[in-house]
């Protein structure tokens, strides 16, 4: 055994992965676009190769990793190892097992958690929530998940906690991805936002975002095309992300009014592609709906950035 774990962090457009030593300390990285044909079989195939990219950059043999943790999106079964519903992967809806078939290709024990919730506890082990002994996640990318820690311990409910996003930040608002109305990731999630722009664009509204995307060889509307967006002043993207930071604020001093957590950490692709001065804004949005305006949780943005939800998995393996 070389004492060095693994760490997966499976996303919609990208599988991250890294090697950590005894220390957590990262000694190998590697990152591959997420397979967008060939269903879970594919992805599976493809999180092995990333993986085993990380492991030759800390030269060893995934056979001799203490074991592979990984971040899955959907609905994950860490008993059984089965991950089913992970609608923002291809043709994943019925459920795979991708621990046992992870485990015999890599050929040493793999833990799964969900995603959110592994990028949470690794702010809380190692980033921005150290300090903390309750703490609030919220990860705003694609969609808007959250997570928690609540007395130093995760709280996962009864397995569907943390679900900010579907917080409901305007009665009879507009239409989410869930199918419900008025959610706040609705207004903040990026695939919410790209829609809304398309729209906006077919009713003649002027937009540098699209030719940015082009120019970037891009398909989607990523957090770096809108960070582009808005430095460039482009008041579609401007007014969107006003709009967003808006349903944020109100949605995240909600849950701060009934859990009175110590924290809040804003990461995912939008809240470390932005950053500071933008979580500062999100900070001033929760403001005036915060009950105890006085005493206001500590916001920041997550530390460890595009890595935490790799580091994070990888923590998985020498949990009890
Ligand atoms: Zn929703």
């Known amino acids: 055994m070389s004492g060095l774990r693994g760490g997966v962090d499976l996303g919609g457009t990208k599988i ?8 957590d300390k990262v000694v190998g990285e590697a990152r591959r676009p997420t397979p967008t044909t060939g269903g879970p079989q594919a992805v599976a195939e493809e999180i092995v190769e990333t993986l085993l990219e990380a492991a030759t950059a800390a030269v060893v043999e995934s056979s001799s990793l203490v074991g592979v943790g990984v971040g899955s999106p959907g609905a994950v079964d860490s008993g059984s190892g089965v991950v089913e519903a992970a609608r923002n992967l291809s043709e994943w ?5 991708l621990g046992p078939t992870l485990e015999a290709a890599l050929d040493t024990k793999v833990v799964l958690a969900n995603d959110v919730q592994v990028g949470i506890e690794a702010e809380f082990a190692l980033g921005a929530g150290r300090e903390f002994s309750s703490l609030l996640g919220v990860f705003w990318g694609t969609g808007v998940g959250g ?10 409910g009864r397995g569907a906690a943390g679900e900010i996003g579907h917080m409901v930040v305007r009665r009879g608002g507009a239409r989410c991805s869930c199918g419900r109305l008025g959610c706040m990731e609705a207004y903040a999630g990026r695939a919410a936002m790209e829609a809304r722009a398309r729209k906006l664009l077919k009713e003649g509204e002027r ?7 082009k120019e970037r060889d891009r398909t989607r509307l990523q957090s770096g095309i809108w960070a582009r967006a808005l430095k460039r002043k482009d008041p579609l993207a401007v007014a969107l992300i006003d709009r967003a930071i808006k349903a944020l604020g109100a949605g995240i001093a909600s849950a701060v009014n009934l859990l009175d ?10 809240g470390t592609r932005l950053g500071a001065p933008y979580v500062k804004r999100i900070e001033e949005a929760m403001g005036p709906h915060l009950f105890v305006r006085e005493r206001p949780p500590a916001i920041s943005v997550a530390a460890l950035g595009d890595l935490g939800g790799a580091i994070g998995a990888a923590l998985l393996v020498g949990r009890p």
């Open 16 to 23: 991250q992965t890294v090697t950590q030593d005894e220390g």
């Open 93 to 97: 809806d019925a459920p795979f097992p």
């Open 147 to 156: 997570g928690l820690i609540l007395d130093g311990k995760p709280w996962l």
């Open 207 to 213: 937009t540098e975002l699209f030719k940015i995307m």
């Open 261 to 270: 957590v110590e924290a809040v950490v804003i990461g995912g692709g939008l």
